[in-house]
């Protein structure tokens, strides 16, 4: 049986097509994936993402040592309130997961994992924190929305009392925020603006509910995807995995190589990989033609096959094709996809394929 987040009654209620996904019952779309992702592009929409992982680890001074060698980023960046995006890679600098990792000062760390990833990641993690003496806990009693769009902060004033409103606005993007037993971070998975609020499991259905109230419209998993693919943002298991590392990902920006003499795992395969130049690179790709683009089709420049999709969708905002693709370094300005045997004309570009205001 599939596992079900305290939401799932209120998905039930509104009518959500509910699919299987990474062993959890989730709301793929409330009617129309496309009207959901517009209202996030547009106004404000809310995510049911209470399958991730969260872990807490309690005890700052032996967990940021753990940290620091587990992730390829450096939580020596980080301040109290402070969030990172980072990989966790294995000794050939493979992706085990991507993450974020939250510095909650005196309280420690929060990790928010890939909820697909949580048995191996906790495996990988569990020794590694008791080598280090490091405890932790996954956090079963949490759930977690994302509520994102250009007006999300404008709707919380329904839910948020003035202070912890006033103290998300002053945040900043890629902070967090602590306050009435709530975890508020300027966190998403959209490219738009907006928070990841963690509250109880037991306060979830009601905080949606008045939310719902609010304006703010219910979306599933497929606008959630069409989302992050417009903003560029990588898949796991899609855009990496433990077959490929961050410099071939698209990813290197999240590897930290200063100070050098920290040590962290897969660091010395990618500073092989780095020193002989990595063979790929991850680009973005605007379908010039009518098509359909999804993951592994091949993408060829002439009669040269470079490499293939690794994501791809239709892209509601630019009413196009779009895709992520790894291919070859040095690819240029234009490529073909195969299409259904029939090779179709792309742009390639660095992603975001669309761009948030500032």
């Not at 998975?189 to 259905?205: F, K, L």
Request: aromatic residues 6%.
């Amino acid at each position: 049986m599939a596992k079900r987040t305290p939401l799932y009654p209120c998905h039930l209620a509104l009518g959500a097509k509910l699919v299987d996904f990474g062993g959890w019952d989730m709301p793929l779309h409330y009617g129309s994936q496309l009207k959901e992702h517009h209202q996030v592009r547009n106004a404000a929409g809310m995510f049911d993402v209470s399958h991730m992982t969260i872990v807490d680890f309690p005890d700052p001074d032996p967990t940021r040592v753990l940290l620091r060698y587990l992730l390829a980023n450096d939580v020596a960046r980080l301040y109290p309130g402070k969030a990172l995006y980072t990989c966790m890679l294995n000794d050939s600098g493979g992706v085990i997961d991507d993450l974020i990792v939250y510095d909650r000062g005196d309280n420690g760390y929060r990790l928010v994992l890939n909820a697909a990833t949580r048995d191996k990641d906790l495996a990988w993690i569990a020794p590694r924190a008791e080598r280090f003496n490091a405890a932790w806990r996954e956090r079963h009693d949490l759930a977690m929305l994302a509520v994102q769009g250009p007006e999300a902060l404008a709707k919380l004033e329904a839910v948020l009392d003035a202070p912890t409103l006033q103290a998300v606005r002053a945040s900043g993007r890629f902070h967090a925020v602590e306050s009435g037993g709530a975890f508020i971070a300027r966190t998403g998975y959209t490219g738009e603006d907006g928070v990841e609020i963690m509250p109880s499991v037991q306060d979830a259905p009601a905080l949606w509910n008045r939310l719902l109230d609010a304006g703010v419209a219910p979306c599933g998993l497929g606008a959630r995807d069409t989302l992050r693919l417009e903003a560029g943002m990588s898949l796991y298991g899609s855009d990496m995995d433990e077959t490929t590392t961050p410099l071939v990902s698209g990813l290197g920006w999240t590897v930290a190589w200063q100070p050098p003499e920290r040590d962290f795992v897969g660091r010395a395969a990618l500073e092989q990989q780095r020193a002989a130049g990595a063979p790929q690179t991850l680009v973005g790709l605007v379908l010039e033609e009518r098509g359909v683009l999804r993951s592994h089709q091949t993408v060829h420049d002439g009669d040269r096959e470079i490499g293939f999709t690794t994501s791809g969708a239709f892209s509601p905002t630019l009413n196009r094709g779009i895709a992520l693709a790894r291919v070859l370094a040095g690819v240029g300005d234009r490529c073909q996809i195969e299409v259904r045997s029939k090779r179709l004309s792309a742009q390639v570009i660095k992603p975001p394929f669309v761009l948030r205001p500032a």
